[in-house]
T-cell receptor, first 115, second 106 residues
Framework: DTAVSQTPKYLVTQMGNDKSIKCEQN?????MYWYKQDSKKFLKIMFS???????INETVPNRFSPKSPDKAHLNLHINSLELGDSAVYFC??????????????FGEGSWLTVV | QKEVEQNSGPLSVPEGAIASLNCTYS??????FFWYRQYSGKSPELIMF????GDKEDGRFTAQLNKASQYVSLLIRDSQPSDSATYLC??????FGAGTTVTVRA
């Protein structure tokens, strides 16, 4: 079974649309994350949730809204998609909520292309 | 200044050689450091973490940490073609470097 799973894996959509990416982890971790990796491979934290509560919200346009219905799920909803949103979005989880500490486990990524 | 900076690469080494990757960080209070490997089209996977000054060895990989100089490095000994990937340095869980792409030539 995949530890951190996200869907869809590939998504092609038009500018202006609204889309969601779902993420689920079966590792029993308390903390989940969304990262964005652009075409230059630069991986950047977007959000972090601990037990359904938002603990990190980096400088991300408010068109991006994370939702955590329970600690095993962290979904990402994106409104009014723009060309610059094209990237790979990685969901991840870790067993601690401290900034320093244990490693993180990544999902397989969701390739978003906005046309 | 970026929080984490890596030698930009790309780095090409012959099979069997040592690949050396370097990373510097700006937050002197950082306590944990990670090296991830990312194959093309795949997600990052952890290969090493280091918390204390000095060297940490795991198989063909050695991580080196120098907190006074604020750098962390990764050595890959006896490089294999399967080591060809992008290596990401991470400080804590939040800040990643831009990655160094390594190609091992057979």
């Amino acid at each position: 079974d995949t530890a951190v799973s996200q869907t869809p894996k590939y998504l092609v959509t038009q500018m202006g649309n609204d889309k969601s990416i779902k993420c689920e982890q079966n590792l029993g971790h308390d903390t989940m994350y969304w990262y964005k990796q652009d075409s230059k491979k630069f991986l950047k934290i977007m959000f972090s949730y601990n037990n359904k509560e938002l603990i990190i919200n980096e400088t991300v346009p408010n068109r991006f809204s994370p939702k955590s219905p329970d600690k095993a799920h962290l979904n990402l909803h994106i409104n009014s998609l723009e060309l610059g949103d094209s990237a790979v979005y990685f969901c991840a989880s870790s067993p601690q909520d401290r900034v320093d500490g244990n490693t993180i486990y990544f999902g397989e990524g969701s390739w978003l292309t906005v046309v | 200044q970026k929080e984490v900076e890596q030698n930009s690469g790309p780095l090409s080494v012959p099979e069997g050689a040592i690949a050396s990757l370097n990373c510097t960080y700006s937050d002197r209070g950082s306590q944990s450091f990670f090296w991830y490997r990312q194959y093309s089209g795949k997600s990052p996977e952890l290969i090493m973490f280091i918390y204390s000054n000095g060297d940490k060895e795991d198989g063909r990989f050695t991580a080196q940490l120098n907190k006074a100089s604020q750098y962390v490095s990764l050595l890959i000994r006896d490089s294999q073609p399967s080591d060809s990937a992008t290596y990401l340095c991470a400080v804590r869980k939040l800040s990643f470097g831009a990655g160094t792409t390594v190609t091992v030539r057979a």
